[in-house]
């Protein structure tokens, strides 16, 4: 059963123009964070919700928004996406308390600007 | 500064070969180091987490070890198939990071028939 889904897998859209990746989880975590991979790069941080406390990470651009209207959802705004910006977006989750430290990563959106 | 360095960055093996993959990390103060598989397209599934007590764990043919003291880890991959055919990432969590996670580069495996 999918715990944490990524929707669409695939989005492609044009330079400067708005997108919205979503994520949904099925496991109650309270924590959920935002990725981003490039090709062969490892997956950088770019913020996470700690219950509705919203913690952006030093270095991630303006361009980049997040909401997370309720515990299962999250989404990722992409205001004016650039060609730098095309990457795999990976949502992943975690329940602060939890002795496995487990955190769950969803399949990611491949997103493509052209 | 927190750091994972993985190697090799890339390896070709035959089905059916043994291979070891390498991890040292710098997060201080430790509190678990996770290996992740990570097939192209795909999100990293977690294979093992362990904690400072813990030195072995095994997932099927897969079996990291580690040594806090030494500040390493390993990897390794038995009778490999060629589903074993990923990207490996070493992540470590410090005891103080709020569960952020310091990501390795990881290692490009490649398995051939």
Redesign the interface.
Known sequence: DAM?I?NPRYQVTQFGKPVTLSCSQTLNHN?MYWYQQKS????K?LFHY?DKDFNNEADTPDNFQSRRPNTSFCFLDIRSPGLGDAA?Y?C?T?R?GES?????????T?LTVT | KNQVEQSPQSLIILEGKNCTLQCNYTVSPF??L?W?KQDT??????LT?M?FSENTKSNGRYTATLDADTKQSSLHITASQLSDSASY?CVV?GVNA????T????T?LMVKP
């Not at chain 1, 062969?40 to 997956?43: D, G, R």
């Open positions: 944490v990524q924590v062969s790069q490892a997956p941080l700690y795999m990976l992943a975690h602060t496995s430290y487990e955190q769950y990563f969803g399949p990611g491949r | 509190s678990n996770r992740y397209g795909r999100g990293p599934v977690s987490i904690t990432i969590s709020g569960n952020m996670l990501f390795g580069g990881g490009r």
